[in-house]
Each structure stands twice: as structure tokens, then as C-alpha cells.
């Protein structure tokens, strides 16, 4: 889509995110970023931003080393959407006043294989359109999402949707209601992916022990021979 003036688009749909697209967002243009695999980001934006993908069938990512539980092969999976955002116009499974609900085999052609990490799922959970859990609500992660980027706007998601638009009807719906969205006045991220990233309870407490650990801890003086 083209801005006002007719000069630049302002809404682009990608499937890399590199330092071109991260450029025009900078400079207030709008990324509708279409994940197909982990490489798809930049690694200096990566670790510029937190934001990252990794693929649910690789036991443990070769980059960092970390392991992989979104499988679902030892435990449950569960996918789920906030239906009043870009999901209207899909049969829902239950009749609820309530916006979340989890995917049923109507979506399993756009299921992902890749998941998204970046999102805080406590503090950013308004920005997070979709996600993933294992087992007891275990390893949260997002399936869609979105954020600031400087002047402009980024929504990300891996969900199956342009092998499968015009073929699965869901997949279509979707797409669709996602070009509706980016482009409209109910797209307002909150979460600033250029901002400082803040460190997690768990990181917080390992810097304090290590603070704590790092202060000299005064010994007891012995008292003088025969007094």
C-alpha cells in the first residue's frame, strides 16, 4: 500500500526482517513480517531487538545452545488466538463473552513450525495476537505479535498462511483480516522493540546474588593469646 503522497508504500509485506525493512519502519513505514524460517531475521536486529525465531522441530538451536520444548512430542501443546483481532470470520469452537480461545483442526493447515520469542508474556501480553504453551501453561511463546519500531509498526507471525492463502479458507480469512488490520486504526502497539531490553525477575535475582556474593564479608577477629 502506497502512502498519501504517492512517493513510498507505507505497509509492506515481508518475509526477511534485515536492516532495509528495519529502516523503513524506522522511518514510520508499517512491516507485515511473514516468518518461514529461524534465518529470516537479521542476527545483528536479533540482538539489537530480543526478537527471534526458533523452530519447534530442532531439539536445540545450534546458535545459542538453548533447548527446544515446543515440540509437544513428550508433552501437550496448546495453540491459541484472540479471536477479536484478526480471527473474525471463523467459526469460534465455543459460545464465550471472551476473546481467547484455543485452535481446532479447522487451523491445522496453518499451524507453524516456528515460534516467535521476544514477547514478555506478562508485561506484553496485549501485544501478543497468538501464542503457544506446552503442558501446565509451560514455555509461553508467540505464534503473532506486534511492536513499535521506531516511527513505524511490525506485525510478525509464523502461522502457514502464504503457501496455504487461496487455497484454505482459514488461511485466507486470516491474511486478509491481517492486511485490514495493519492498515487500519485498531493497530496500536505498545511494546518498543528498539527499547532498552529489560532484564527478567530471574535475571534481576542472578545479578543481585552475584552483587551480594561480590561484597566482602568481614571475619571475626581472634581474641589476643591469654586474654
Sequence with gaps: QSAANG???????????DSDVARFMEEGGTA??????????????????????????????ERTKEKNPWE???????NWIKHDTVFE????????????????????RVIPNQVILGWNPEREFGDILAGMVVGWVHAPVALMAQ???????????SLNL????????VATVIFNNLLAYVT????????????????????????????????????????????
Design 72 to 78: 509437544g512430542d513428550w508433552v501437550s501443546n496448546f
Design 184 to 227: 487500519g486504526n485498531r493497530f496500536r502497539p505498545q511494546k518498543d522493540a528498539l527499547a532498552p531490553k529489560r532484564n527478567s525477575n530471574r535475571e534481576q535475582q542472578q545479578a543481585k546474588a552475584g552483587e551480594n556474593a561480590a561484597e566482602p564479608v568481614a571475619q571475626p577477629v581472634p581474641a589476643e593469646a591469654g586474654r
Design 162 to 169: 502464504e503457501s496455504t492463502y487461496g487455497d484454505d479458507p
Design 89 to 108: 470470520g471463523i467459526p469460534r469452537t465455543i459460545d464465550s463473552p471472551f476473546s481467547g480461545e484455543l485452535m481446532d483442526m479447522q487451523y491445522y
Design 7 to 17: 512517493n513510498r508504500p507505507a505497509v509492506a509485506v515481508v518475509n526477511r526482517l
Design 147 to 157: 511492536c513499535k519500531w521506531g516511527k513505524g509498526r511490525l506485525l510478525v507471525t
Design 32 to 61: 507485515l513480517f511473514l516468518v518461514r524460517s529461524p534465518g529470516d531475521i537479521e542476527y545483528e536486529l536479533m540482538q539489537r531487538t530480543g526478537i527471534r525465531i526458533r523452530d519447534r522441530r530442532v531439539r536445540i538451536d
